[in-house]
T-cell receptor, first 110, second 114 residues
């Protein structure tokens, strides 16, 4: 069965510090991976997906199949990055449903 | 487009009552997902539809929960009878379909069952 693990429920950093939100997955095939973000009082929205290999709002994430990880990174955190972050997995070529991790609440302090 | 629209935004009801949550998809989308979010379990998929057909309902907790898509743009999630443990935020999301496509979420319905 597919599973997504986000080991940190809470993460707190200071403005300007690097931040890394961890995500590990369990899936025997070739996964599609996503990061979704929920800012305060806003709806859940896509931040980035691994197939796009893009940087959004300064965030990047690299799929490491050897370590089955898809960690989200940003070199210099900003206060507006404070939000709930969810890592999600879908199975390429298979079901389109997403399996979400339990989320990490990031707080960036001034 | 106003995005995925959910109603009501908040619902407070008493145990045993029927609750109906509503969702309007983004025009042109053909996949619809219902999720439940709780502190303990995070975001869980309850059921999803493709072209109005239920594809996977393995996440539906029990027979008290039912979901329908009476047409291509609208869905309901019904809980009958409701119980306090059903208290959660319920989200629906729509997409163009396919494992690579982005899901667009509604603002959610916060349900409190007293």
């Amino acid at each position: 069965a597919q599973r997504v693990t986000q080991p940190e429920k809470l993460l707190s950093v200071f403005k300007g510090a690097p931040v890394e939100l961890k995500c590990n997955y369990s899936y025997s095939g070739s996964p599609e991976l996503f990061w979704y973000v929920q800012y305060s009082r806003q709806r859940l929205q896509l931040l980035l997906r691994h197939i796009s290999r893009e940087s959004i709002k300064g965030f990047t994430a690299d799929l490491n199949k050897g370590e089955t990880s898809f960690h989200l990174k940003k070199p210099f955190a900003q206060e507006e990055d404070s939000a709930m972050y969810y890592c999600a997995l879908s199975t390429q070529g298979g079901s389109e449903k997403l399996v979400f991790g339990k989320g990490t609440k990031l707080t960036v302090n001034p | 487009d106003a995005g995925v629209i959910q109603s009501p935004r908040h619902e407070v009801t008493e145990m045993g009552q029927e609750v109906t949550l509503r969702c309007k998809l983004i025009s042109g989308h053909n996949s619809l997902f219902w999720y439940r979010q709780t502190m303990m379990r995070g975001l869980e998929l309850l059921i999803y539809f493709n072209n109005n057909v239920p594809i996977d309902d393995s996440g539906m907790p029990e027979d008290r929960f039912s979901a329908k898509m009476p047409n291509a743009s609208f869905s309901t999630l019904k809980i009958q009878p409701s119980e306090p443990r059903d208290s959660a935020v319920y989200f629906c999301a729509s997409s163009l379909g396919g494992s690579r496509n982005i899901q667009y979420f509604g603002a959610g319905t916060r349900l409190s069952v007293l």
